[in-house]
């Protein structure tokens, strides 16, 4: 299973006797899963034991892909979503605009073909744009860098 | 829905029963929203030292109400859009939006500290309360190029403006630009990209995209005035004079209208009303639509609750 400890929104877990804080922070400002995160860890922290369970959300520092451990880039490809290629640091100065499609190499993660395009920048999540692969013809997400 | 899901009984492969679940030992919460005043860790930092929470809280309605009042135009294209790949981007761009909507619309309630949260700011306030930019209430009357146009000037500006927020003395205010600087990126490249196809595409789609850069184009001025809480919070290390950023967003605007082979209108902007306009709570005809649509379920059944 492909946790949010993997995909980097845990940011801290504080357990102090029956008591418990974890601080997560959502992947981008308008992420409609994060209440959904909120209360699945608030229920399985309540059945694991803790009588006390506080669940924050911080928006900063900005949840960046980078955050997503290895095992969590494997486990995308194992639920046919494409990783995330380095984000890296935020250059200085303006930000420059890219006119064209993104020429990094993404894999199929079906069929593992390099040969793969994208059709649209927004996917059904917002952390996810379109892509499809050339050799085997499947669509899939790819997990876009931020 | 049946009886209480208990926690024992919980399957955490359903994403809606946590959901459920939570209706049942939480407050009651609105139809409308989910509180993320409670949530939101950085939104009760305090106000930083020297600052007039008053103009906070008026320059978190400013760029919360901008963010806002475009997430809503921006909805409008659901199941309306050319494709269903924009339909999703455009959708995708309001929720960005309304994310960072919510958390300043949150910020400013709580500075306020008039007991409004941000269902109260987003539904319950009238045109002349809302403090957003005219830009960003304009109508698409679902023109494609129209919703291009606006979101090309809107997230050039919005992108300079939260660049420079990133080192805000407010925690709040810094959040947000640290994730919205990485959100507009993505909007900017989008909305640029369809410029240059339409602009850079048949005659009837550089005519019509030529066409919807002059109507948007009147309403660009006014990103560059600045307002007294701007100037004053711009002057404490909180806000951003957005006089400021009118050169690099130039600069944008003149490199995709070239490469889009477009023409730079050189229509003059609207102007002001006794120097007052959208900062000051002055609105165009459309924002009454914008507001009729988007409040009127709250409005209808006030404090409902799912």
Not at chain 1, 49 to 78: C, H, M, N, Q, Y
Request: glycine residues 8%.
């Amino acid at each position: 299973m492909l946790t949010l400890e993997d995909l980097g929104v845990v940011r801290g877990v504080e357990a102090d006797g029956d008591a418990v804080t974890v601080t997560i922070t959502p992947t981008y400002s308008g992420c409609p899963a994060i209440e959904v995160m909120r209360d699945d860890l608030r229920a399985q922290l309540t059945a694991a034991g803790f009588a006390r369970v506080e669940v924050r959300t911080v928006f900063s520092p900005a949840w960046s892909t980078d955050w997503i451990s290895e095992a969590g880039k494997r486990k995308l490809v194992e639920h046919g979503i494409a990783p995330p290629d380095r984000a890296g640091a935020r250059p200085t100065g303006p930000i420059p605009l890219t006119l064209t499609a993104p020429t990094a190499v993404v894999r199929c993660p079906r069929c593992g073909s390099p040969a793969t395009e994208e059709f649209s920048r927004f996917g059904p999540t917002a952390c996810t744009a379109l892509r499809r692969c050339v050799a085997c013809r499947e669509p899939f997400e790819h997990m876009k860098e931020i | 829905m049946s009886a209480h899901l208990g926690v024992e009984e919980h399957d955490p492969t359903n994403a809606y029963q946590s959901l459920a679940d939570s209706i049942e030992h939480d407050d009651p919460r609105w139809a409308f929203g989910t509180g993320v005043e409670d949530v939101q860790a950085e939104i009760t930092s305090p106000v930083p030292d020297g600052v007039d929470p008053a103009d906070l809280a008026a320059y978190c309605l400013m760029l919360g109400d901008d963010a806002l009042i475009c997430s809503q135009r921006l909805a409008e294209w659901v199941s309306n859009a050319p494709e269903l790949e924009e339909d999703v981007a455009l959708a995708n761009t309001a929720l960005d939006l309304l994310g960072q909507a919510r958390v300043l619309l949150s910020r400013a309630g709580h500075v306020e500290g008039a007991e409004r949260d941000e269902d109260v700011l987003a539904y319950l306030r009238a045109e002349p309360e809302f403090r957003n930019v005219a830009l960003a209430e304009l109508p698409d009357d679902l023109d494609f190029a129209r919703a291009v146009a606006r979101l090309l000037l809107f997230s050039t500006w919005r992108l300079a403006l939260l660049h420079r927020l990133l080192d805000s003395r407010d925690p709040v205010v810094a959040a947000v630009a640290g994730k919205g600087v990485k959100e507009l990126t993505y909007h900017r490249d989008y909305a640029a990209r369809w410029t240059l196809r339409l602009g850079d595409g048949t005659d009837e789609s550089h005519r019509r995209m030529q066409a919807a850069l002059n109507t948007v184009w009147p309403y660009l001025e006014e990103l560059f005035r600045t307002s007294d809480v701007e100037r004053r919070l711009a002057g404490a290390g909180v806000a951003v004079d957005p006089a400021d950023v009118r050169d690099e967003v130039d600069a944008v605007l003149d490199e995709v209208i070239t490469r889009a082979t477009l023409t730079r209108p050189t229509i003059p902007g609207i102007g002001t009303i006794g120097g007052r306009s959208g900062r000051q709570g002055l609105h165009t005809e459309y924002l009454g639509h914008v507001l009729a649509e988007m409040q009127s379920l709250a409005r209808q059944h006030p404090g409902a609750t799912w």
